[in-house]
């Protein structure tokens, strides 16, 4: 096995998806505060035909009945619809184009009262920033959890120093936050817009509406959890924090969460999901604005706007990964029919892994590293059966354009 599985637990042998352009390097989401260091990722699959697990989904939805799951969605609202004028539903989110349709259409057509709850970014960008205020202003009340600086910043840090995963925080914490609100306000309805499984997980995981609770619930025993590659009870000891500091990284009680009877939904198994829909449907609902540029790293204007350290999070991506911002733009559209092939290829050839010079020394500052640091870290993530130098340059072994039709280099 060894000789077939390279670092991160990847494949040594790149393949393309026939369909899209994500590759089987692409590892599916982790169980966050069970990664450390030297973590073995689950990597995209794909069936005998070379075709990746998402784009087999996006056929496979294709025969949904909507009508049908529209229906059970009413049924979902009924069953938690309060009459006495209270909350019904927690919406998750911080202004971005699903979490404001989300919560528009569960107020004004399905009739909920939602209640948005907010996991901030950890350094907002000014149109993360005017986002969010434009959902706010179309109808909405919110509880934002501003983290303890001091804390976020260093698990920040030492996500990035030790696991090259600048995000593993804010990702810890936004899973968190909502279930845990759900136990807090007696609120047993979370629904988020839309089931990242879609991205490439397992398909298992799209045939059901609900998350796994794995990702947000298990006992806490400190001994067992790690936060930034860091087991919680010797970054307790390392920088004088107490269980309360950690307390919103960490993931809620099952008890709890059984005691409310949290259910946590996604309306993208109910409702026929679609980025480009969803961006105009919130620009002409709530006032929702596209960046004024490219974003770097891609082509698209309007996704992951709000935290500069997304543009960091990719960049990490394309070095541990070989798969930038531009693939998962591009893997995404051309399922949903937007682009072809062909295009997308094109646009990674043009995008993918630009440097991240826009908020990179914002990013620095916030983690308090010094460019020197970043380099090193960077250099000992970037995964070699993927990387060669040429020159002074680190050049891709196997890039998409370079492979053929059958999705081999
Ligand atoms: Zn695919």
Not at 199 to 204: F, K, R, S
Not at 241 to 264: C, H, M, R, S, W
Not at 283 to 305: A, I
Request: aromatic share 14%.
């Amino acid at each position: 096995m060894s000789e077939e599985f390279g670092k991160y637990g990847l494949p040594l042998e790149v393949k393309f998806c026939k369909k899209c352009t994500m590759s089987n390097q692409r590892p599916s989401s982790s169980v966050e505060f069970k990664n450390v260091k030297g973590e073995k990722k689950r990597p995209l699959s794909f069936d005998e035909h070379g075709v990746c697990d998402a784009c087999n989904f996006a056929e496979k939805k294709k025969l949904i009945d909507w009508v049908e799951r529209e229906k059970q969605f009413r049924d979902l609202c009924d069953r938690f619809r309060r009459h006495d004028g209270r909350y019904d539903v927690v919406v998750p989110g911080s202004g971005g184009k699903d979490s404001v349709m989300a919560a528009h259409l569960l107020k004004y057509k399905y009739g909920m009262n939602p209640i948005l709850v907010t996991w901030p970014p950890a350094i907002y960008t000014g149109i993360g920033r005017f986002n969010f205020d434009r959902w706010l202003e179309s109808g909405f009340a919110n509880y934002t959890y501003n983290q303890n600086r001091r804390v976020h910043r260093i698990l920040t840090q030492q996500a990035f120093l030790n696991l090259c995963h600048p995000f593993q925080p804010f990702i810890l914490g936004q899973k968190n936050l909502a279930p845990k609100m759900s136990a807090l306000l007696d609120i047993p309805l979370v629904i988020f817009g839309e089931n990242e499984a879609e991205y490439g997980n397992a398909i298992a995981d799209n045939e059901k509406p609900t998350r796994d609770p794995k990702y947000y619930s298990a006992e806490a025993r400190l001994d067992e959890l790690y936060l930034g590659g860091v087991n919680a009870r010797e970054l307790m000891e390392r920088y004088q924090f107490t269980t309360a500091d950690l307390e919103a990284y960490l993931p809620i009680d099952p008890n709890k969460l059984q005691q409310v009877g949290t259910e946590v939904h996604y309306l993208g198994y109910y409702l026929r999901w679609h980025p480009q829909e969803t961006y105009y449907f919130s620009v002409e609902n709530t006032g929702f604005m596209p960046n004024w540029h490219r974003t770097e790293g891609s082509y698209s204007k309007y996704s992951s706007l709000d935290d500069k350290i997304d543009w960091l999070h990719y960049y990490t991506a394309h070095v541990k990964f070989g798969l930038g911002r531009a693939t998962y733009d591009s893997a995404q559209e051309i399922r949903n029919g937007d682009i072809t092939r062909d295009e997308g290829i094109a646009l990674i050839r043009r995008y993918d892994g630009e440097y991240p010079r826009q908020y990179l020394d914002d990013c620095l500052r916030y983690m308090d590293i010094t460019a020197e640091q970043f380099h090193q870290v960077i250099e000992e993530a970037r995964t070699p059966h993927l990387w060669r130098m040429v020159g002074e340059e680190w050049q891709l072994r196997y890039p998409i354009w370079e492979t053929t039709q059958n999705g081999r280099p």
